[in-house]
């Protein structure tokens, strides 16, 4: 039967091969089926509470080198500048402990060269996890391939019915949970922490199957496995009113109040909620959120790292992270890997601005009592040197030219020779840029042509105000007729 959107159906009777020593799971398919179209956001009457004692502390762990190497802009992030990248990572983490983990591959030549690198670091922190694919010869691989030096991985267990009758086919979520087991003990047996990747848990069966899944690996690993909880195609929100499986706080609170469990989440950012999910998450009850450089990774990305612990720091405070190094990181991974736009925030160049009424804003506040004005942080706190704050385009102000040609100078506001935005000269400069953006008008079409698109550079703005006879020293007005 439908209700709205979710769809049960019968399967075939269990297979004799079932072990008896299992839960009771639900063996109807719990399907969400919106046939394309955007899925809506149920909710409930009341909102989900979060933990009063706050939960866990929180980190960041980073799957840069695994998720993050999934992305499609690129076909391979090469293996040198793994390393280097976990070097960067555990510079900005500085002893902290903040940013807990990264995972590797381990399956090629390359990733067991990978693997080595990191090892050999001997870094406390990020401390060197695997990711592995629910099947015991993995753990095997693992355990060859470590020799005992990796002390926890991470093991795919596909949690939506979407994934497990529909991707991988099993005869029903018995069979699933059955399978899944198998490596996690291997991994358990062999010494290594067993950390259970959820995939698709925002699609999954809750209470039918991924609560009773987690009771039972929790119980056969005596309490030491953790579980990720993953939000594989951005389906969820970060509203306490949301239901299951969609609302990420009502999935965490649930997850954690009927297991115990350590949890972590790992979010997509489909629907531009990576970051919200992510600090969702750790208010309702995760210990630790998967992030990726630059938000690298399949479709949209993964959660970002640096938003991550730009607000970790905004709600928990900087125990001593090195914030100035994630610039570092991000032009590093575009330099050597992929670009990390422009427009990102907290690495990106954010901090410019060309509209008149900001820029004013902006060039006051450098003595302002009350501090910036209209930057949320000083950029120099997360690593950016000189940063140009303003750009001079079809919205610039004359306190945004003043300051440019100040800059240009070498002069700061208030020195002998200086100029505000008040000056003849600088109010001629602004005439002259907005004819360059008007254009010519044709009157044959009625329409504008030869509009300038381009900001106007520095140089071209000192011109302009030579040109309205600003005198500046070694500056030799032109003589006419010359």
């Known amino acids: 039967m439908h209700r709205s959107g979710v769809y049960y159906c019968g399967v075939k009777p269990l297979p004799p091969w079932e072990r008896t020593d299992m839960p009771t799971f639900n063996e109807e398919r719990v399907y969400y089926n919106f046939h394309g179209d955007l899925p809506p956001v149920p909710l409930e009457s009341t909102p989900v509470e979060p933990p009063a004692d706050g939960g866990d502390r929180k980190y960041v762990t980073d ?12 076909a391979l992030f090469p293996a040198a500048a793994r390393a280097r990248y976990f070097d960067l990572l555990h510079q900005l983490d500085n002893g902290t402990g903040v ?7 381990i399956y090629q030549k390359r990733d067991a060269w990978v693997l080595d690198q990191l090892l050999a ?9 695997t990711w592995t694919r629910a099947a015991p010869k993995d753990i095997e691989l693992l355990a060859q391939v470590s020799q005992g030096r990796v002390k926890e991985t991470g093991m795919l267990a596909s949690a939506s019915d979407h994934h497990i009758f529909d991707k991988i086919r099993f005869s029903s979520k018995t069979e699933a949970a059955q399978r899944y087991l ?16 959820l995939e698709d848990c925002t ?6 199957w991924v609560i009773p899944f987690m009771q039972l690996v929790l119980e056969k690993t005596n309490g030491t496995a953790k579980f990720r909880v993953c939000d594989t195609i951005g389906w969820g929100s970060p509203d306490p009113y949301a239901a299951l499986p969609w609302g990420i706080p009502r999935l965490i609170a649930t997850l954690r109040r009927e297991t115990g469990a350590e949890l972590e989440f790992h979010g997509h950012n489909d629907f531009g909620l990576a970051t919200a999910n992510g600090l969702a998450a750790w208010r309702y009850g995760c210990a630790k959120v998967n992030t990726t450089v630059g938000g690298l990774g399949e479709r949209t990305g993964n959660t970002s790292l640096e938003q991550m612990v730009a607000n970790y720091v905004r709600c928990y405070g900087n125990p001593g992270l090195k914030l100035d190094l994630l610039t570092e990181i ?7 890997v992929s670009e990390i736009s422009d427009r990102a925030p907290i690495v990106g160049d954010v901090f410019s601005t060309q509209a008149g009424i900001h820029q004013a804003g ?3 506040q450098a003595d302002a009592p009350g501090g910036l004005i209209y930057l949320p942080y000083e950029p120099a706190r997360v690593g950016r040197g000189h940063v140009e704050l303003n750009l001079i385009g079809a919205m610039s102000g004359t306190d945004g ?8 100078l070498g002069l700061q506001p208030g020195e002998p020779g200086s100029v505000t935005g008040s000056d003849r000269a600088v109010k001629e400069v602004y005439d002259a840029i907005q004819r360059a953006y008007d254009g010519r008008y044709d009157p044959n079409t009625g329409k504008y042509l030869d509009e300038r698109r381009e900001f106007f550079a520095p140089d071209e703005v000192l011109r302009l105000a030579h040109e309205a006879g600003l005198q500046t020293p070694g500056h030799v007005p032109a003589v006419a007729g010359q």
């Open 99 to 105: 940013i807990w983990g990264v995972e590797t591959f």
């Open 362 to 364: 902006v060039n006051r």
């Open 63 to 74: 799957t840069t080198l695994r998720d993050g190497a999934q992305d499609s802009r690129f």
């Open 121 to 129: 670091r001997g870094y406390d922190f990020p401390r060197v996890t």
């Open 401 to 408: 030219i003043a300051s440019v040609i100040n800059q240009a």
């Open 330 to 336: 991000a032009s590093f991974i575009t330099r050597e």
């Open 182 to 197: 198998e490596p996690i003990i291997t991994a358990y047996q062999n010494g290594i922490t067993p950390r259970v990747h």
């Open 203 to 208: 699609r999954a069966d809750i209470h039918g």
